[in-house]
């Protein structure tokens, strides 16, 4: 089998994780196969923080729209504007983003193949051997293979790659999120410069609504991870309550989205996992962008540092430099949607707390930045005891 085609590095998944690996390793020189489905776009509300779009080099053409504020809704439909101040966040479109970023990778040197990964198989030399199907293949086709001095899995949340090869991987939990792409209406109460977040137990139980604009195009959606709650029918009652009912809709999508990073996300001897298959998608907000761009980086790292020493800890790295800078804002998001987003109740103490400027404020220094803010600590003080008279009901909604 010595005849293989053989690579440093074969990337499954092409969304911006594995597109993101792929690039990397392509410009230190690696030999990279991106292999991708291809066609499949990820429902996705689209944001990309100023972080994201300086560490990513993402050119100002792929926004779509620039969101300078955002309007949080109560189940009572009350409201709390948060305008960004001297700043804005990015929007993308999926469907056009994530091929770019496959197209950058091909241009620094990946080589970009459409298949379905089947499994992984190990030579008589103990190399890997990437099994999949051709895109276009006949039903009953004889499956190809590539031999594989690592791997890099990014194939998404229910991940073959991380379900076949890393232990604990089928345990993650997951918010099943359903989206419409529509015509941005022309309307005077329709503002394309904000994101609105509506938190109705109606439209989600357990996490929240959305509409965010992207330019031509809207993204309405929902999310839970109730099995069995009629995720459509909420977005048709969101499109209602948004004045968005008669807007004429471009596609539908959907797609479970994990909501805890997996304890391993290696095998301990080639493999290792990025972005959704690695489960770094932040709960409460369930942005998914920056940390799978920031996991496919980290896995090119590990990676490239494997191949280099030949030593499989290298491979634990990602997960440990991971963890490390972003670990404690999953921990306090993962709290605060475990406790806001239960009941309404909560829901409407929640968006009465985000009227306090320096909720405000904080907010979208740790969201711009990606990171706890810790030089504000008389800000922190005043939140905390805000949080307190709210949980403890001493403050009027």
């Given at each position: 089998?010595?005849?293989?085609?053989?690579?440093?590095?074969?990337i499954?998944?092409?969304g911006?994780?594995?597109?993101t690996a792929?690039?990397?390793?392509?410009?230190?020189g690696?030999s990279?196969l991106?292999?991708d489905?291809?066609?499949?776009?990820?429902?996705?509300?689209?944001?990309i923080?100023p972080r994201?779009i300086?560490?990513?080099?993402?050119?100002d053409?792929?926004?779509?729209?620039?969101?300078?504020?955002?309007?949080?809704?109560?189940?009572?439909?009350?409201?709390v504007?948060m305008?960004?101040?001297?700043g804005?966040v990015?929007?993308?479109?999926?469907e056009?983003f994530?091929?770019w970023?496959?197209?950058?990778?091909a241009?620094?040197g990946?080589?970009?193949r459409?298949?379905?990964?089947e499994?992984?198989?190990?030579g008589?030399?103990?190399?890997?051997?990437?099994?999949?199907?051709p895109?276009g293949a006949p039903?009953?086709a004889?499956a190809?293979?590539?031999r594989?001095?690592?791997v890099i899995?990014?194939?998404?949340?229910?991940?073959q790659?991380?379900?076949?090869n890393?232990p604990?991987?089928?345990?993650?939990?997951?918010?099943?999120?359903?989206?419409e792409i529509?015509?941005?209406?022309?309307?005077?109460?329709?503002?394309?410069?904000?994101?609105?977040?509506?938190?109705?137990?109606?439209m989600?139980?357990d996490?929240y609504?959305?509409?965010f604009?992207?330019?031509?195009?809207?993204?309405?959606g929902?999310?839970?991870?109730?099995?069995?709650?009629?995720?459509?029918?909420?977005?048709g009652?969101?499109?209602?309550?948004?004045?968005?009912?008669?807007?004429?809709?471009i596609?539908?999508?959907?797609?479970?989205?994990?909501?805890k990073p997996?304890?391993?996300?290696?095998?301990?001897?080639?493999?290792v996992?990025?972005?959704?298959?690695?489960?770094?998608?932040?709960p409460?907000?369930?942005?998914?962008?920056f940390?799978?761009?920031t996991?496919?980086?980290?896995?090119?790292?590990?990676?490239d540092?494997?191949?280099?020493?030949g030593?499989?800890?290298?491979?634990?790295?990602?997960r440990?430099?991971?963890?490390?800078t972003?670990?404690?804002?999953?921990w306090?998001l993962?709290?605060?949607?475990?406790?806001w987003?239960?009941t309404d109740?909560?829901?409407?103490?929640f968006?009465?707390?985000?009227?306090?400027?320096?909720?405000?404020?904080?907010?979208?220094?740790a969201?711009?930045?990606k990171?706890l803010v810790?030089?504000?600590?008389?800000?922190?003080a005043?939140?905390?005891w805000?949080?307190?008279?709210?949980?403890?009901?001493?403050?009027?909604?």
């Amino acid at each position: 089998m010595s005849d293989l085609e053989t690579f440093d590095v074969v990337i499954v998944g092409g969304g911006p994780a594995g597109a993101t690996a792929a690039t990397d390793l392509a410009r230190r020189g690696r030999s990279v196969l991106l292999l991708d489905k291809a066609g499949r776009i990820k429902p996705c509300g689209g944001a990309i923080p100023p972080r994201c779009i300086q560490e990513f080099d993402i050119p100002d053409h792929m926004l779509v729209a620039k969101v300078t504020s955002a309007r949080m809704i109560s189940p009572s439909a009350r409201y709390v504007d948060m305008p960004i101040e001297g700043g804005y966040v990015g929007m993308v479109d999926r469907e056009f983003f994530d091929e770019w970023l496959r197209e950058r990778a091909a241009s620094a040197g990946a080589v970009r193949r459409a298949g379905s990964f089947e499994r992984i198989e190990r030579g008589a030399d103990g190399v890997s051997q990437v099994v999949y199907q051709p895109k276009g293949a006949p039903h009953n086709a004889t499956a190809e293979r590539v031999r594989a001095r690592s791997v890099i899995g990014a194939d998404g949340a229910l991940s073959q790659v991380a379900r076949q090869n890393v232990p604990g991987a089928e345990h993650v939990p997951y918010v099943f999120a359903y989206h419409e792409i529509i015509r941005s209406p022309r309307a005077a109460d329709f503002d394309p410069t904000r994101c609105d977040v509506y938190y109705n137990g109606s439209m989600s139980p357990d996490f929240y609504s959305w509409v965010f604009p992207h330019g031509d195009l809207t993204s309405v959606g929902t999310g839970s991870a109730h099995k069995g709650f009629a995720l459509r029918e909420a977005v048709g009652a969101l499109r209602g309550v948004a004045g968005l009912e008669g807007q004429e809709t471009i596609r539908r999508e959907g797609a479970p989205i994990p909501l805890k990073p997996l304890k391993k996300w290696d095998n301990g001897r080639d493999l290792v996992l990025a972005g959704d298959a690695a489960g770094v998608v932040a709960p409460a907000s369930g942005e998914g962008i920056f940390y799978a761009m920031t996991g496919g980086r980290l896995a090119a790292d590990a990676a490239d540092e494997f191949l280099t020493t030949g030593d499989p800890r290298a491979l634990a790295s990602a997960r440990k430099r991971f963890m490390r800078t972003h670990g404690s804002v999953f921990w306090i998001l993962g709290v605060m949607q475990d406790y806001w987003y239960t009941t309404d109740k909560r829901r409407e103490r929640f968006v009465s707390i985000c009227r306090d400027p320096d909720v405000q404020q904080l907010t979208w220094d740790a969201y711009m930045n990606k990171e706890l803010v810790k030089a504000k600590p008389l800000a922190h003080a005043r939140i905390f005891w805000k949080n307190i008279l709210h949980l403890t009901g001493l403050v009027p909604v």
